[in-house]
């Protein structure tokens, strides 16, 4: 048995205790203190009052330029909307990424660190859809102003920069985007890489498009919020004005799509289609094929960037026939009732000339005339009215002049000079049916526009005007001229009203509407004669006859076949564009039409 010892431990008490005696502080050790103080403070003030008065403005300009920035001005264009206001045109803001490597810092970083370009294109790479070995090869070895990327979206810019890397540069500029892509090509145009217009309404209207901005001086804390001291009035309003376009965009897309149906069965080298307000000369639809996509211009033949509907002429042939059935009714020469013997082939100054299908229809009235397309029928029919009369209206209908319209590139049409048209006998007969003469088919539908709306030549347009939400500053002129009788446009729409019923416009019928029309096949004039393989084939229409609201042109350029005529290459295109329209347009019936 063990027996372990108890040990106890007892602190023992000091026997003395250390005491440190207090002494004073010789006032010469606080007086020595506290002078140094004063002295500091003394000097702290004079050196706040020094700063103060006599580096006040030195030291305020230096501050001001470090808060103070110059906006930029991106040359902003105002965007480009249909009748509805859906988009055509649109400025979208945009970035460069470029790169300085001698810079390059990571957040938290000692600033006099530089990382390397593998580490930052590393980061790169997840936000960016090109790996680190591309943007490796785009930095390479150079130490500042490296283009990385172009296109970037704000979204993509703001991820980026939230990033926070030093020596990465984003450069905003403005991009010109073209949301229909090639439906509205034709009349719009578009802009260049370096954003100066090249065609259509872009170049021809560039001043009224361009916004008027002006550089700034703003100053801004340090978290780049401006400060509001010194700000214009009005200074980050936006310009908030659109152009608006007469054109529908939903019915611009109906036409476009049935016009290249009909332009690739018939192999054909171009076609175009016109809807046009007859009251107003708002024009609906102005389509035309073949034509190019705005965003991408650049893989395009620049052939296709002018409109050949308002820049190319043709001879208008039998769509032009009512036309001058109108001048004769309205110079007395025929009658209403009138009739003329159509014996299918006639002489003229030693020509002859010969109605399409060479036959001869007899005694007809002028709707049958029509009906037929009568060649013969129409020599017979203008040869009662003087040569210089003719002429005369021909020149007052604008065939010779360019026409009054907001669309960019608008040509003259041809016709012979006065002498020769009075003293060539041919001339005055072959304008009877539309040729020896050349127009565009704006021109074409405009004319038509006159028969349809009682005698009124309007100026065709594609543009409403620079518009806000409620106000408008910009606004396009309707002119009104009267040319023609209401009583004689009213007889020539219901002759042109037989064609659609009983003639070669009866692929427009339409149940419970009345719709006057007129087909067209003519020989394409090349080099002063006529090539009897190449055609150019059309078709007019004006509706509602009740009261006429719109016409309708369809023309197509070198259709092939034996069988191409304007009743089965235009009038197809046509019957859709009507349909279309009597739906987008809620357009009612015809009372006359129900009743019967």
Not at 504 to 529: D, E, M, P, W
């Amino acid at each position: 048995m063990s027996i372990g010892r108890k040990y106890h431990h007892q602190r023992r008490p000091n026997s003395s205790h250390s005491v440190v005696p207090i002494k004073p502080i010789s006032s010469f050790r606080v007086g020595l203190v506290f002078s140094i103080l004063c002295i500091g403070i003394l000097g702290l003030f004079g050196r706040v009052a020094w700063l103060q008065v006599f580096r006040a403005s030195e030291l305020e300009a230096r501050a001001r330029s470090l808060q103070t920035y110059k906006t930029q001005t991106l040359g902003s264009r105002r965007s480009i909307v249909d009748r509805r206001g859906r988009l055509i045109a649109i400025d979208e803001e945009q970035f460069r990424l470029w790169a300085h490597p001698r810079y390059f810092n990571f957040p938290g970083d000692d600033p006099s660190q530089i990382r390397t370009t593998r580490e930052v294109a590393q980061k790169l790479s997840e936000l960016l859809p090109l790996p680190t070995s591309q943007l490796l090869k785009r930095i390479g070895n150079r130490s500042s102003g490296v283009k990385i990327f172009e296109g970037l979206d704000p979204e993509k810019a703001s991820e980026i920069r939230r990033l926070g890397i030093s020596g990465l540069d984003l450069e905003p500029y403005l991009q010109r985007v073209y949301p229909q892509g090639s439906l509205f090509a034709n009349v719009v145009g578009f802009l260049n890489q370096e954003r100066i217009p090249q065609a259509g309404l872009e170049q021809s209207l560039n001043k009224n498009l361009l916004i008027e901005e002006k550089t700034h001086l703003l100053r801004r804390s340090a978290d780049g919020t401006p400060l509001p001291d010194d700000l214009e009035p009005g200074l980050f309003a936006k310009d908030a004005e659109k152009l608006y376009l007469t054109l529908d965009a939903r019915l611009q897309e109906l036409s476009l799509k049935a016009l290249q149906v009909e332009v690739d069965k018939w192999d054909a080298k171009k076609g175009v289609a016109i809807v046009m307000d007859v009251n107003n000369g708002e024009i609906l639809t102005l389509a035309s094929t073949p034509t190019y996509d705005p965003n991408t211009y650049w893989e395009y033949s620049p052939v296709l960037f002018k409109e050949w509907s308002v820049q190319d002429l043709f001879e208008p042939g039998s769509t032009f026939k009512p036309i001058n059935l109108a001048l004769a009714l309205q110079e007395g020469i025929i009658l209403p009732t009138g009739r003329v013997n159509d014996t299918g082939k006639i002489s003229v100054g030693g020509w002859s000339i010969y109605n399409h299908d060479r036959r001869a229809n007899g005694l007809i009235d002028f709707p049958k005339v029509l009906q037929v397309s009568s060649n013969v029928g129409m020599v017979k029919a203008m040869s009662k009215m003087k040569p210089s009369n003719y002429w005369d209206w021909l020149h007052k209908l604008g065939l010779d002049v360019s026409p009054e319209t907001d669309l960019p590139g608008a040509v003259a049409g041809h016709l012979k000079n006065k002498g020769n048209f009075v003293s060539h006998s041919i001339e005055h007969a072959t304008a009877s049916y539309g040729q020896g003469f050349s127009l565009t088919p704006l021109k074409l539908a405009q004319l038509h526009a006159l028969i349809a709306n009682g005698g009124l030549l309007v100026r065709p347009h594609v543009t409403k005007g620079l518009q806000t939400d409620d106000t408008t500053s910009y606004k396009s002129n309707v002119d009104l001229y009267r040319l023609l009788r209401p009583e004689v446009t009213e007889t020539i729409r219901s002759w042109m009203e037989s064609v659609v019923e009983n003639g070669s416009g009866k692929g427009v019928k339409t149940l419970g509407y009345r719709i006057g029309g007129k087909t067209g096949t003519a020989q394409k004039a090349v080099n002063g004669g006529y090539d009897s393989g190449a055609k150019i084939c059309s078709f007019v229409a004006n509706f509602p006859l009740d009261n006429p609201r719109y016409v309708v042109l369809v023309v197509v350029d070198e259709p092939k076949g034996q069988h191409a005529y304007g009743s089965t290459v235009a009038v197809p295109v046509a019957k859709k564009i009507i349909d279309g329209l009597l739906v987008l347009e809620k357009i009612p019936p015809s009372v006359q039409k129900l009743k019967s």
